[in-house]
């Protein structure tokens, strides 16, 4: 499960860390270790370790995505044919259960891209569960709790330190970005040697 959100100020201080080092200038920030491997059978990276991070950063791009206003980074949520003409199959998925992995296809397709958030006065959960996707079970998902908390979290964030400075947000996920596809990118290059270590590995770890 995701649980960043609701513990303590982890989702707070890992952005605002973030924040920090780009507003410093800092063309450097460790993250710490993250790992992953492939399967021939599921063309998809299995995190191991790093899971928290890497949601919490997927979360915050979605949530620029949204103030850039123009779709920035909708290609780092989903791929336009997914979005377009399949299954709409998000780039991060959560199939610890059927309620997480489809609240978060529709919160990338409902919220994330073409939503009119920006235009209400609610904060991202209230609006969230006002909208016609919402289902009553995910009250009782702890994944989707901890989303919706962190998200909330962000708009403070984001608004305390840009509000309309659409530039600086753009600027920010782009830089956002980049750190996301290298980590990936490095993911992949070592899951060929990672992967005999699958069975000692704990997935929940953050």
Known sequence: DYCWGTIGNLVSDFVSNLIKHFNDGANELVMGLIYGYYE???PYLQLCDGQQRLTTLYLLMGMLNLYSKKNEFQKYLISDFEFSEDDKEPTLLYAIRDSSLYFLSDLVCHFFIGSDFLKSSQKPSDYIKDQPWWFSEYDTDPTIVSILAALDTMQVLLIDNWS???EQVISFGFSSSIMIWV??????????????LVSLCHPQRT
């Open 164 to 166: 309309e400075d659409t």
């Open 40 to 42: 021939k059978e599921r």
């Open 183 to 196: 980590v990936v990118k490095k993911v992949r290059k070592l899951s060929s040697s990672l992967i005999q």
